[in-house]
């Protein structure tokens, strides 16, 4: 079992940057990639981004490339999402999953942390 537990989350204005962690423990080994996801109120869960274990491919959505990336320190086997220039549609519960493959569907992650909030006022 993997278990994911993201942090970071919160409440900020348009423009300003946050920086979500997803800690991982348990039999990390074999889950080689990690993604992040986000949900918003009345909306279907889609995908956000993803890294392998190395860092060396990384894949982004459309409508948050050039504002996000993604990175991770394994010796801590933290991953990391650092958004800059938020915007109000990026509202949403932001959750971190692992699996093997680096995809943008849900159906190819195993694992899913709780979530943490994050809330872009305008």
């Known amino acids: 079992q993997v278990q994911l537990v993201e942090s970071g989350g919160g409440l900020v204005q348009a423009g300003d940057s946050l920086r979500l962690s997803c800690a991982a423990s348990?039999?990390?080994?074999?889950?080689?990639?990690t993604a992040w996801f986000r949900q918003a109120p009345g909306k279907e869960r889609e995908f956000v981004a993803a890294i392998n274990w190395s860092g060396t491919s990384t894949y982004f959505t459309d409508s948050v490339k050039g504002r996000f990336t993604i990175s991770r320190d394994n010796a801590k086997n933290t991953v990391y999402l650092q958004m800059n220039s938020l915007k109000p549609e990026d509202t949403a519960v932001y959750y971190c999953?692992?699996?093997?493959?680096?995809?943008?569907?849900?159906?190819?992650?195993?694992?899913w942390g709780q979530g943490t909030q994050v809330t872009v006022s305008s």
């Open positions: 999953a692992a699996g093997d493959l680096l995809a943008p569907r849900r159906t190819s992650y195993d694992y």
């Open positions: 348990g039999r990390t080994f074999g889950k080689s990639v």
